[in-house]
């Protein structure tokens, strides 16, 4: 399969502090691609590089092709690139629905001259988006708090949330950052669930930053550990698990 997300020799620095340095992965489309490695190893600075959070100093990053070097997030949000949070970022103070009909852009009723002028057009694409919303909240499994304010869900329903707004788009490639993060084990084999789903039956194609490795193992084929900003090793979990710089990596010499 071609590369969908290609990243070639990027560097960034914060100030004196090289944490990115002459990292090249490349993240095939359709697959779920695991990205671990300790922490500072630079994971997360890559994430915002690549969904163009964040410039690089020097390199390149390309999507299905195309440089998207240093394009701003939001371009590469209607390109179909798209990333959730290690914290969920829900408004709070509306539903679970509603978070889920704010994501599609360029809806008519988000303009005034729409809304006083065509209100029927606006009626007919709120009630698209609306159905739209209800079968996603039934697909991630949070029909039964459809209507609960999102800040008062729990932290393993937010990321469900956080996921389940993708699907509001044409999304392509989504970036997860530590979802398993606070979830507790039944929400968490949920969550796996849909990403598997998503990967299955509409082609989403995943790279996952995560410290939980029982699920990296059931979800990542690739696996790329990430070491002082630079690949390692990439392959299978269990070419990872029983590499001896990935076990030094994690725990030291002595335990090596």
């Keep these: 399969m071609p590369a969908i997300i290609d990243v070639r020799h990027v560097h960034k620095a914060f100030g004196g502090l090289k944490v990115i340095n002459d990292c090249s992965i490349q993240v095939e489309e359709g697959s779920i691609t695991g990205l671990i490695g300790p922490n500072g190893a630079g994971k997360s600075t890559l994430f915002n590089i690549i969904a163009g959070a964040l410039p690089l100093d020097s390199g390149q990053v390309l999507f299905d092709g195309e440089d998207i070097t240093n394009r701003p997030a939001n371009e590469l949000f209607h390109k179909g690139l798209l990333r959730t949070f290690q914290i969920a970022h829900e408004f709070s103070q509306m539903t679970a629905l509603e978070n889920l009909m704010m994501v599609p852009p360029q809806q008519a ?148």
């Excluded at 990439?234 to 090596?256: D, K, L, M």
């Design 109 to 256: 009723g988000e303009g005034l001259f729409s809304a006083w002028l065509k209100p029927g057009m606006v009626r007919s694409q709120e009630a698209e988006v609306r159905r739209r919303a209800r079968e996603v909240i039934d697909f991630i499994g949070l029909h039964h708090v459809r209507n609960e304010l999102a800040g008062n869900l729990s932290g393993g329903q937010k990321k469900l949330l956080e996921l389940g707004r993708t699907m509001m788009t044409d999304a392509r490639v989504v970036l997860l950052d530590e979802i398993a993060a606070g979830v507790n084990r039944t929400l968490l084999g949920d969550l796996v669930s849909n990403i598997e789903r998503l990967n299955r039956e509409m082609g989403y194609t995943f790279l996952v930053i995560e410290h939980d490795m029982d699920m990296i193992a059931r979800l990542c084929d690739p696996v790329i550990v990430l070491a002082q900003g630079s690949v390692m090793v990439e392959g299978t979990i269990e070419e990872i698990r029983n590499n001896p710089q990935v076990i030094e990596a994690y725990f030291g010499s002595n335990v090596a």
